[in-house]
């Protein structure tokens, strides 16, 4: 899985663009399975890796608390519209690496180091959103057919922000490993994110870096499109492709110098490894 996500700030006499990935390689393994009721799945998180970047020349931040996750484990249950049952090993992870972005000298108040908490939980959390929510899962989806979703917004700063989505079956291909339904889907910004999506950090601390020198973040849009590849004879996601582009606005310390614009593009991507397919 890739997620990438690159920044534009545009002051009054230039724009700065910063850029930061993520890439992970995560195995899935049934261990108990019920075709009519709930099936195990272990999650093992193999490797993930960090980079970042800027043109204006700064350095990146040295360790990335969601580099906790490589080497480790977590088990959920599916239902058998592969809707996830329990979450509860996951959200333990994100919790121990919410605790990991912190600083351990907390002599100046606890402090927020950068990290992509949030695209992990973006591709973990969701991985079968686009099948699972389907409403009338008993019944055929023609061609053409659409359903609603809510998806959430991966951003560098701490805010919880939700795209409404709009699934689409453009079409079904007949190939050598099974029927593989193309699904489309287009983002807008949501009012609201669900209470029951989790949150890495819990008390009071403050970020370092650009986004903790910038407040008071405004969301002025937000719109994009995507495509996932679901083999229905296999039962499995095999690739997707999410972009979008989110405009924000936000305030210097004091209201100095005005505000500041902020233009987020993000990519998130999974493809099913080849040595996997069988």
Not at 53 to 73: C, H, I
Not at 190 to 201: D, G, L, T, V
Request: glycine share 8%; with cysteine.
């Amino acid at each position: 899985m890739n997620m990438g996500r690159e920044r534009a700030e545009a002051g009054k006499n230039n724009v700065e663009k910063l850029s930061e990935s993520m890439e992970m390689i995560v195995a899935y393994t049934p261990t108990e399975v019920d075709p009519y009721g709930l099936t195990t799945i272990k999650a093992t998180c193999e490797s993930v890796n960090i980079k970042r970047d800027s043109k204006a020349g700064r350095n990146a931040v040295k360790n990335d608390a969601v580099e906790y996750a490589a080497g480790r484990s977590f088990t959920f249950t599916v239902g058998p519209r592969g809707k996830i049952e329990d979450y509860s090993q996951l959200n333990e992870l994100i919790k121990q690496m919410g605790e990991k972005a912190f600083r351990p000298n907390t002599e100046r108040g606890r402090i927020k180091e950068p990290d992509m908490i949030s695209d992990f939980v973006a591709t973990q959390w969701f991985l079968w959103d686009a099948v699972s929510s389907i409403e009338n899962y008993a019944e055929d989806i023609s061609i053409g057919q659409s359903w609603k979703s809510k998806l959430s917004v991966p951003t560098p700063m701490v805010m919880r922000k939700a795209r409404d989505v709009t699934y689409t079956l453009a079409e079904v291909r007949d190939g050598s490993q099974g029927r593989t339904a193309v699904i489309h889907s287009s983002y807008s910004l949501a009012e609201s994110a669900p209470a029951s999506w989790p949150i890495p950090y819990t008390g009071r601390f403050q970020m370092s870096g650009t986004f903790g020198f910038l407040s008071y973040y405004k969301v002025l849009g937000l719109q994009g499109e995507g495509e996932e590849l679901f083999n229905i004879d296999a039962g499995r996601t095999e690739q997707h492709n999410q972009q979008y582009q989110m405009n924000l606005e936000a305030s210097l310390p004091m209201g100095v110098g005005g505000g500041s614009k902020l233009s987020i593009k993000q990519t998130l991507t999974m493809q099913l490894l080849e040595n996997n397919q069988k």
